[in-house]
């Protein structure tokens, strides 16, 4: 038996736009159901057959149930199914489960087994019984949103968490530049000690909390480096700037003298006040670099924390790329081959670069490889903490992860926004560039954010990223 459900207007002023959620959209966001205002939200029955699937994914099964539980409190706000529910959102929106309403005219070539088939079905059907409403697909997934296209079917992507192009352009530029007059120079280097060196912060400079400049004299002549904290501009010296004794890396001497970036890179993650420190960067910039020398010089050197914890998500051929794998082995084992970054960077750094000298740091237990799906029973305590390829993650598993960070605990975050594994997430859209955006907005003495520009790999990688762009 068909399902009857009230979808029509009312008057003719009802210009209310009728959107049915994907699958991969409740995942990605369990309250997306409340992001739609006064609008009408449809779920597909078969979409809710799809999340059942997903409840003992050890990632996933989290946004699986949470889907479940708001919306069976959503559900007993109503008494019959074909009139739907209120969502409360503050804008009076509804809610409706849908079945059936398969349309007969789908494409023969396209099987409606297949669930994304199923969706532009009931979709073309709801559109045949309610020809005045707007009916819109929302969905993660590019193919989907291709063969709606083709279809004449209404389909967007899931924009809550997306920024423009502009904004993430933004994102990526040089340290900034500062002038300072001689009385600012005479006011900054009045005390003896170096480590008082520092003068009032001025608006003019539009630094944010723990942001670095290059300072320059009258003369238009580098002499040092600033670091703003709160009204204070901190002086500090671009040349002592190292960690374990590496100082920053110029590769391209024709087009640069200093590699600002790194500099204030470098002084943020040795800030044991900086409890957050977010990098973003193309590949070949120095992240995992800088972030690996500063957990080594901080837990084997200076003894700040007892341990380091390596995080980074697993993209694999599941759904969602959470897994990794039901292949022999333990999970230290499965991990290390998508570590290879880390352990190429602990092997580096250890004094004989040896295979046996690095697995000894891990099998010890002070170096820790973590699947993003086990964060939650993660021990955090005490921790020097690097997450990287953060942008193949979404938004709120990068939530499940800081909330779980202690005041003893120190966390790296990097990432390239242009390197996307995901297939359900974009560079406008992940883990990595949400951290950032949101610690630009909501800036405090323990965040740090740094932009490094500068590829310093090789002259060959190097090469490449110029000269090499498939596509063009």
Known sequence: MEQKIDLNPKNENDTRACYILDTNVLLHDPSAIFRFKEHIVLIPLFVLDE???????????????????????????GDNPEQGVNIPN???????????????????????????????????????????RNFILISKDRNLRIK????????????????????????????????????????????????????????????????????????NQFFGMGIRKG???????????????????????????????QAVCMQQAMDDDIKIQIIIGKAGTGKTHIAMAAALEKVFKERKYDSIKLIKPVITKSRLGEDIGFLPGSVKRKLLPKMRPFVEKLRLFTKDGSEE?????????????????????????????????????????????????????????LGDPTQIDSVYLDKFSNALIYLYESALQNPTPFLANICLVQMV????????????????
Request: charged fraction near 30%; include cysteine; aromatic fraction near 12%.
């Open 148 to 219: 709606s296209w083709a279809l004449q079917i209404p389909c967007e992507d899931y924009l809550h968490d997306k920024i423009s192009e502009e904004y993430l352009d933004s994102f990526f530029q040089p340290v900034k530049e500062i002038a300072l007059d001689e009385s600012e120079i005479n006011l900054l280097f009045k005390h003896k000690a170096s480590g008082d060196w520092e003068i009032p912060y001025r608006k003019k400079w539009r630094l944010n909390e723990n942001e670095g400049a290059a300072l320059f004299d009258p003369g």
């Open 457 to 472: 790999r090789s002259h060959t990688s190097q090469w490449f990223e110029k000269n090499f762009q498939p596509g063009r």
């Open 90 to 132: 503050g804008h009076d929106g509804h809610l409706y489960i849908v079945n059936n309403f398969m349309s007969e005219n789908l494409p023969a070539e396209l099987s409606t087994t297949y669930k994304d088939n199923a969706i532009l079905s009931q979709i073309m059907g709801l559109k045949e019984h309610f020809p005045k």
């Open 357 to 413: 000298s690095y697995k000894k740091l891990i099998d010890s237990g002070v170096i820790e490889l973590l699947n993003l799906a086990d964060i939650r029973g993660a021990d955090l305590a005490n921790s020097f903490v690097i997450f990287d390829e953060a942008q193949n993650a979404n938004p709120f598993q990068m939530r499940t992860l800081g909330t779980r960070l202690g005041e003893d605990t120190k966390l790296i975050v």
């Open 231 to 261: 009204d204070r501009l901190k002086y500090f010296d671009y040349f002592s700037t190292k960690i374990l004794d590496m100082p920053p890396k110029v590769l391209d001497m024709e087009h640069y003298t200093y590699n600002f970036e």
């Open 51 to 77: 999340i059942d699937t997903k409840k003992k994914d050890p990632q996933l099964g989290y946004n699986a149930r949470d889907i479940s539980q708001k919306l069976e409190q959503l559900i007993q706000r």
